[in-house]
């Protein structure tokens, strides 16, 4: 992960291994794509207790091959943009760099931590409060008088 300088920013560590593979081609309606496939065991910082914990990432997208913005209004449905450098060539790295950031999630949290006891109160069933009277009962006894 160390080549990942963008992510390194925000994960805990950069530790780990990232495996990935990219397939060049056109669709059948002539469209330029790479289909990128990755996976990673990302370490984040819990948002909820403050400790590292590891988040698996797959990724598995199709991105559409365009040269200018205007061209992204042509792509099929189920295509992300990538809008290529001027020269039309493509950063392998930075494309899956790209694509592992958008999965990180806006704020990590552990999904195995739970709250301790002293946040969460003791595990009490909760009971409904009783119905109150109605308060328009008196008002519709005077008003049958």
């Known amino acids: ?33 790479v289909a990128v496939r990755a996976n990673a ?3 984040l910082v819990c948002q909820r207790s403050l400790e590292p914990f590891v988040l698996p990432v797959a ?15 042509s792509l099929p449905p189920g295509y992300e943009p990538l809008l290529l ?15 592992l950031l958008l999965a990180l999630p806006l704020v990590p949290v552990n999904p195995d931590y739970e ?17 109150s009277d109605n308060p328009f009962a008196a008002l519709r006894e005077l008003m049958k008088k």
């Not at 990724?59 to 209004?73: F, H």
């Not at 020269?87 to 899956?96: M, N, S, V, W």
């Not at 709250?115 to 119905?131: A, H, Q, W, Y």
């Open 115 to 131: 709250l301790p006891e002293e946040i969460t109160g003791p595990d009490e069933e909760i009971t409904p409060p009783e119905p």
């Open 59 to 73: 990724i598995d997208a199709r991105l559409g091959l365009i040269v200018e913005e205007r061209e992204e209004a």
């Open 41 to 43: 065991s990302l370490m």
């Open 1 to 33: 992960m160390s080549a990942f300088h963008r992510l390194n920013e925000v994960v805990a560590s950069p530790e780990g291994d990232v495996t990935y593979e990219l397939d060049f081609g056109r669709d059948d309606l002539g469209i330029a794509y």
């Open 85 to 99: 450098e001027q020269d039309g060539k493509l950063d392998p790295l930075a494309t899956i760099e790209d694509e």
